[in-house]
């Protein structure tokens, strides 16, 4: 992959990447090869993307620290270079709720700029996360430069909301084994590292228990139970507030139900 992070004293003046090049692990990290990784982006047209990147200012935000808050007024839309935001909620007692982990390549943030009101939910970095920033000014200049952008955001939203409703009807209809399953698969094909042994996928993301039984709609105490049963039977090992998968046949077998 070409570099966009030249060595050291050769940085120079050229904002906003240089800023970008000090800030990521990766002194190789492409902006435009990583946000293709998600299917949405990478039907844009090649002249869209260019300008989404080139309106974008990179950001760094460290493990928990919050991008906004839920009811913040919206002033930007990110995409993601590393790492992760959790989209979730927090009561008046402090009982949180994960909705969703967005993985690099998403983007979000869109609903508040098309709508004109507050953010739906918090925003939280999950790992140390790049993101791309782009403001509401330049968000519009690009609706009004590139139609097919606002286009490309209602197929966007259209995804998401059939996801949705995949979501609601298995929370209905299937067991919790088989949802569990479905989610750890789905964790390891965006997250997935190789693990320890040949086979085996380590879950690169941060995720408690609680976590998890907040993404599924259950305790903390049946995700446990289920993971230790699993864990007992070897298809997967639980290490550090990590989960490496090492029987993904085993897995599969109970995600298809």
């Known amino acids: 992959m070409a570099t966009i992070c030249p060595p050291g004293d ?30 949405w982006f990478a039907q844009l047209p090649e ?57 690099p390549g998403a983007w979000f943030g869109e609903i508040s700029l098309f709508d004109g009101e507050p953010r739906t939910h918090d925003g939280q970095a999950q790992g ?9 000014a330049e968000f519009e200049a690009l609706l009004a430069e590139h139609p097919a952008l606002a286009r490309a ?16 009807e298995a929370a209905s ?18 997250y997935g590292e190789p693990g320890p042994q040949p086979g085996t996928v380590r879950i690169a993301l941060r995720l408690p228990q609680d976590a998890l039984g907040q993404l599924l709609g259950t ?13 007992r039977d070897g298809w997967l090992q639980q290490r550090y507030g990590e989960i490496v998968l090492l029987r993904l046949d085993a897995l599969r077998a109970e995600a298809g139900g």
Request: with cysteine.
């Open 10 to 39: 050769n940085l120079g003046t050229t904002l906003p990447w240089a800023l970008y090049c000090a800030m990521t692990d990766d002194p190789t990290l492409d902006p435009l090869p990583i946000l293709r990784r998600h299917p």
């Open 47 to 103: 002249a869209l993307q260019q300008a989404v990147v080139a309106r974008s200012r990179p950001m760094r935000l460290a493990h928990g620290q919050l991008l906004f808050r839920r009811r913040d007024p919206a002033d930007a839309w990110y995409g993601i270079l590393q790492g992760a935001i959790r989209i979730g909620a927090a009561s008046a007692e402090g009982r949180e709720l994960t909705l969703t982990y967005l993985e």
């Open 128 to 136: 140390d996360t790049v993101l791309l920033r782009v403001a509401r």
């Open 153 to 168: 955001l209602l197929q966007l939203q259209s995804q998401r909301l059939r996801m949705m409703f995949g979501l609601i």
């Open 173 to 190: 209809l299937l067991p919790l084994p088989q949802r569990l399953a479905q989610q750890l698969l789905s964790l390891a094909d965006t």
């Open 219 to 231: 305790s903390r105490q049946r995700i446990n139970q289920a993971l230790k049963a699993w864990e």
